[in-house]
Structure formats: C-alpha cells, structure tokens
C-alpha cells in the first residue's frame, strides 16, 4: 500500500544546493512527484482516524469524519478536548469487507458508542431513552 517517497538532489545552481546546511527552508531535496501521487493513489481506500481526548472529563473519541473534528477543534464540543495524535487508517466503506457501525450518543454522561449496524438498518435519526442516533459511519 505505502510506497516510500523519495527525492531528488536540488539543481547545482540552487540556493539550497549551496547553502543547504544553513538555509533550513530548503530540506532534504525536491520531492518526487510521481512517487508522491502513487501513494495519495493507493490510500484513497482509506480514511484517517483521530483520537481526541477531554481533560476535564476523562473522555476520549475516535473519528474518522472531518466533520466531527472540525467540530471539535473549533471548541463546539466543549472545552478540554486535545489531539492525542494517535492516528490509523480505516476504510471508507464496507467494499473492502469492513462493516458499518453506527455510532449512539448519550447527551448527559457526554458518552458515545459504536455498534456494528445490519445492512438492513435505516439511516434516519431516532432518539431513545435519552440517545440519539448519529449517522452511519464506517
């Protein structure tokens, strides 16, 4: 899946040619563009998940929506929600024999859920016994 990306030496008549060791804009060298887009090809399967963590609660919540993150890190979700920079891949859909899970959330105790979900399921929102239903995600 991963391919490791390489690059290549700058032009001789580059600044960073000359002055690479004291001019730290300038890098390793000049990425390879075609290794670089068959990666981004090969993990379009795939989508990042994220952990956040709640100091104050002792929460924490994997997404791999954007949205969700989004949300979060621009303080909607409440204050004390940090990054724990643990990241992994999952897949996008169940084409690659994942299963779909819906996530439940409880408003009080600010706790969330993730169930597998039947294919059958519908996708509407329902509230029960104080839990909301969210979106399918897989």
Not at 90 to 113: E, H, L, M
Request: hydrophobic share 35%; proline share 4%.
């Amino acid at each position: 899946m991963c391919r490791a990306l390489r690059s290549h030496d700058f032009p001789r008549d580059s600044i960073c040619n000359s002055y690479a060791e004291t001019y730290l804009l300038c890098g390793a060298g000049i990425a390879d563009a075609y290794q670089t887009l068959l990666t981004v090809m090969g993990l379009q399967p795939y989508l990042l998940v994220t952990e956040y963590y709640n100091v104050d609660i002792r929460h924490y919540f994997r997404t791999g929506a954007r949205s969700d993150s989004a949300f979060i890190l621009a303080g909607n979700a409440g204050k004390g929600w940090r990054d724990t920079y643990d990241y992994f891949l999952a897949w996008r859909d169940a084409s690659s024999g994942a299963q779909a899970v819906c996530r439940f959330y409880a408003k009080g105790p600010n706790s969330t859920s993730s169930l597998p979900m039947p294919r059958s399921a519908k996708t509407s929102k329902t509230t029960q016994d104080g839990y909301m239903k969210a979106s399918p995600t897989t």
